[in-house]
């Protein structure tokens, strides 16, 4: 199995640009999530989808960040404008199958708004 | 915000020698789980432990658990040059939502 896999794998843009992440979860895993970490805030879930739903999406900062899912295997963050306190590492996880508690981790996104 | 809080913040130690790191946190769980980060990587599930288990192994790692204390550590033996990383717990209280400590980084010196 190839993992949970990420693109990009770094991004750095300009403040007021759209940023698009990218995800590809496990397949036959039923449970994405992204989060977000930083120095400063270590790791925040940010949003939480189950069977392609958006669970939680609490932990999104604001209006500025949306997330889909448009199918099982793929999942989207974008981040419309984006400012420079958005630069962080940006995970997508996915969960299911036999192991249903374990979070599986992508790679990682490292963003940098400039 | 961070439920789990690890101690120590850093850690730095012999290769062969142990290396204890303690998490605790504040709210009922149903299960607390270990991961692993390498520096510029992901993270990497290393143990879970449920709320009914006092204790779990798995290779060189030993993980403990005291609901009653709402704490746990992380033993790792014979620590090699490779085990070199950050190490985060990440409490499970809802089912889907963890939530992680700032991390304990260990450096094993050759």
């Known amino acids: 199995d190839a993992g949970v896999i990420q693109s990009p794998r770094h991004e750095v843009t300009e403040m007021g640009q759209e940023v698009t992440l990218r995800c590809k979860p496990i397949?036959?895993?039923?449970?994405l999530f992204w989060y977000r970490q930083t120095m400063m805030r270590g790791l925040e879930l940010l949003i939480y989808?189950?069977?392609?739903?958006?669970?939680?999406d609490s932990g999104m900062p604001e209006d500025r960040f949306s997330a889909k899912m448009p199918n099982a295997s793929f999942s989207t963050l974008k981040i419309q404008p984006s400012e420079p306190r958005d630069s962080a590492v940006y995970f997508c996880?996915?969960?299911?199958?036999?192991?249903?508690?374990?979070?599986?981790f992508g790679p990682g996104t490292r963003l940098t708004v400039l | 915000s961070q439920q789990g809080e690890e101690d120590p913040q850093a850690l730095s130690i012999q290769e062969g020698e142990n290396a204890t790191m303690n998490c605790s946190y504040k709210?009922?769980?149903?299960?607390l789980q270990w991961y692993r980060q390498n520096s510029g990587r992901g993270l990497v599930h290393l143990i879970l432990?449920?709320?009914?288990?006092r204790e779990k192994h798995s290779g060189r790692l030993r993980v403990t658990l005291d609901t009653s204390k709402k704490s746990s550590s992380l033993l790792i033996t014979a620590s090699r040059a490779a085990d070199t990383a950050s190490y985060f717990c990440?409490?499970?209280?809802?089912?889907?939502?963890?939530?992680f400590g700032a991390g304990t980084t260990v450096t094993v010196r050759a």
């Open positions: 996880a996915s969960r299911g199958g036999t192991e249903r508690d374990t979070q599986y």
């Open positions: 397949s036959g895993h039923n449970s």
């Open positions: 989808f189950n069977n392609n739903v958006p669970i939680d």
């Open positions: 709210t009922s769980i149903n299960n």
């Open positions: 432990i449920r709320s009914n288990e």
């Open positions: 990440a409490t499970d209280a809802n089912d889907y939502k963890l939530s």
